[in-house]
């Protein structure tokens, strides 16, 4: 269960995941069910990378959608077990889904959901978290990095019964091609949903600074979301539109061809689960600055595979952008131990360890 598929307009970080990892156990063989919300025009039935979707609700009502669609239609179906996907409100499946429960954490908002949503969808999703190591205390954790498993154990979640899976990142189709060359001036690049909370407001800031100690770097903003105008506006307030691009949308194909031929990635929100543009990124041996705050700590290795900075500090954000866009040797060195990292974590090791914690759930409940 889980509140996306990869199909869905809003679908991010999570659906990558999602459909990564157990479309892969579909390959291997499992018989497996995803349950999530629709949107307008979404067929109610589909079939995709091998799992059998079903979408009831929309984005703010799946809460209460969800749980009715499954003891009306899925009740009965033979699930060894269920799967609650936690990237936005919980579910509290095992108050009603009569299986064993394996709880999937990407991140937990906790106050940062007041930097995103209004003041009383953010108090409520505060809210909703707060009963989450009560409700889920009998049941086997998969968190998806170190960050969100210490937030988890914070909050009052037993470690023992937490697992840390990491994210994975498509080392085949993410990868260096020395026939790309990187572009011929010095360019940022952002690429993700164009969010709030994401921080992308941050590095507009660090151009305009790096504008005004004489650089001439540009930033390229790659994504979609709702947080665009903000953006746009922030842009013409600093007058540096003409340093700043804003692409929309972008194909996978030209995804890969950014972070190919972007001299560093950057992303500057205050909370990620893990941070799979990172990793995209240094699979193509582009070097990250990121802020130092969970999941991108964990995605990026300070001085290895590029910086960490506090977060909201744009002096430090910019200072590190410029070490790396005017040391040649420095970005080559940072590109090629983010290359070496990456290759540590594929998708396929990640569907292998959750296979296993699953079956491993299975026998402890």
Partial sequence: MNWQDRQNPQAGGAELHLHEVFGRLAALGHNVTLLVSAWPSAPARTELDGMHVHRTGGRHSFAVAGPRYYRRHLGAERFDLVVEDLNKVPLFSPLWAGLPVVLLVHHLFGATAFAEASAPLAAATWLLERPLPRLYRKVPVQAVSRSTADDLAARGFERSRITVIENGVDLVFY????????YDMPVVLYLGRLKRYKGV????????????????????IAGQGDARPAIEELCRELDVGDRVELTGFVSEERKRDLFRRAWVHALASPKEGWGISNMEAAACGTPTVASDSPGLRDSVRHEQT?????HGDVAALATSLQRILHDPALRDRLGANARAFATGYSWDRAAAETEAHLQRALHVQ
Avoid: Y
């Fill in 175 to 182: 990868s260096p091609d020395p026939a790309v060359q990187r």
């Fill in 201 to 220: 407001d941050l590095l507009v800031r660090a151009i305009a600074r790096l504008r005004d100690q004489g650089s001439g770097a540009r930033l390229i």
């Fill in 306 to 310: 590029g910086f960490l900075v506090p």
